[in-house]
């Protein structure tokens, strides 16, 4: 199928979307621009259509459908703010899964190599001879205070 089908279909399908009035406070995947220094809803699709087409032809769609043309390209999670002068304003959800998603691989990595580190032959003859595992093995990490470093109470 052609690139002018396929967005001419995702049209079709989004129409209803597309002309629904927002609601305040609800998640909304697609495309933001800044303005005066906020970032506003540029444009959106459905999760359905979402789900169904391939991301190069949501982006694509997207990116012309746009009331803007940014040169940022890609597809953001956004939580929808109407202001009282009537902006579509977001907060980039994205951006903080991916911080929560870095966190958490690299706490995994760490959990995992202390495991292989306790699962050495010395690692298990110290843990035989004293009942506990040499210093700096002796406490697995927790999730607990993973994103501590992001408190802005100090």
Not at 10 to 34: A, H, P, Q
Not at 98 to 125: A, C, D, P, T, W
């Amino acid at each position: 199928m052609s690139p002018e089908n396929i967005f001419e279909e995702i049209y079709n399908v989004e129409t209803n979307f597309f002309e629904t009035d927002k609601e305040n406070s609800n998640y909304y995947l697609g495309m933001n621009f800044i303005l005066d220094y906020e970032l506003l809803l540029d444009s959106s699709v459905s999760t359905n259509t979402f789900l169904k087409y391939n991301i190069k032809d949501i982006l694509n769609y997207l990116y012309y459908s746009s009331i803007n043309y940014s040169l940022k390209y890609n597809i953001d999670i956004m939580k929808l703010y109407i202001t009282s002068n009537g902006y579509y304003t977001v907060s980039v959800k994205t951006y903080w899964l991916r911080l929560v998603q870095r966190h958490i691989k690299k706490f995994y990595n760490e959990k995992i190599k202390l495991i292989m580190r306790r699962g050495h032959i010395n690692s298990q003859k110290h843990f035989e001879i004293y009942g506990k595992y040499p210093y700096g093995m002796r406490v697995l990490p927790t999730l607990y205070g993973l994103l501590s470093c992001y408190n802005n109470k100090k």
